[in-house]
């Protein structure tokens, strides 16, 4: 328990610093550190992800940086999508929830790894309400923030610069999180959840991220998105790794 206690800071700080990452510490520290289940996990990771993303949010200059036309488009689409998820969760094996999520990781990851610069001044409304819904359902069919989604969108298809980006996917990732966890407990209410865990967590995490933003302030955007995609890689081929030893 004192190890997932400690892992919760890195939680924090992957909010912080990239403006995602959270929810993909979460789920895997909730798993396999404090040995829940995988759906009981789901519903405690997209609560300490609000946690943390909101009180970034509140607690640091991040809210002057949010594109609040993306956040609306982002925001009421991501909506949909988390209904949609939490409906389908609860017929999906835990185990392919897990490789989906690992899955999804590692499309993000090249994303941002080869991202270009541009100066895209316009985006695909289309593409925006699409990345939104995909992102909503993912959050609550995962367990995942959707904030590894919602960063390469911005970037790559808004023309956000990665400080932009990442504000605004803190607001998304809580507006998701709040919505699937409420979607998540109504659709599957047979796990009780260990609220004093999930809030010494939720805490550590918020100290993390506080953290993180402010020793990242002047680090160079691609540093920034390279970091993001290492970090989803190693933590995607872990799940990936400990989900076939399960089969095997």
Do not use: C
């Amino acid at each position: 328990m004192q190890l997932a206690l400690l892992a919760a800071a890195g939680i924090g700080l992957s909010l912080g610093i990239l403006g995602s990452g959270g929810s993909v510490l979460a789920l895997p520290l909730l798993v396999y550190l404090a040995g829940q289940d995988v759906k009981q996990a789901i519903a405690g990771s997209l609560f300490i992800v609000a946690m943390i993303s909101l009180a970034t949010l509140l607690f640091s200059p991040a809210k002057q940086q949010i594109n609040w036309r993306m956040a609306w488009q982002l925001g009421i689409s991501g909506a949909l999508g988390g209904y949609i998820g939490a409906y389908a969760g609860q017929f999906a094996h835990p185990l392919l929830q897990l490789l989906i999520f690992a899955t999804l990781m590692l499309i993000a990851a090249q994303a941002m790894w080869r991202h270009q610069e541009t100066t895209a001044n316009h985006s695909s409304t289309y593409v925006i309400v699409i990345a939104g819904t995909l992102a909503g359902a993912l959050t609550s069919f995962t367990g995942a923030g959707g904030g590894f989604m919602l960063v390469p969108v911005l970037v790559r298809f808004a023309g956000q610069d990665f400080f932009h980006a990442r504000a605004t996917s803190l607001l998304l990732i809580f507006s998701n999180a709040v919505l699937a966890l409420l979607a998540n407990l109504k659709f599957q209410s047979n796990g009780q959840l260990d609220w004093t865990l999930l809030l010494a967590i939720s805490a550590l995490g918020i100290i993390g991220s506080l953290s993180g933003r402010y020793w990242s302030a002047s680090w160079s955007q691609q540093r920034l998105r390279r970091g993001f995609a290492l970090l989803l890689v190693i933590i995607a081929l872990f799940i990936v790794g400990h989900s076939l030893l399960e089969v095997i």
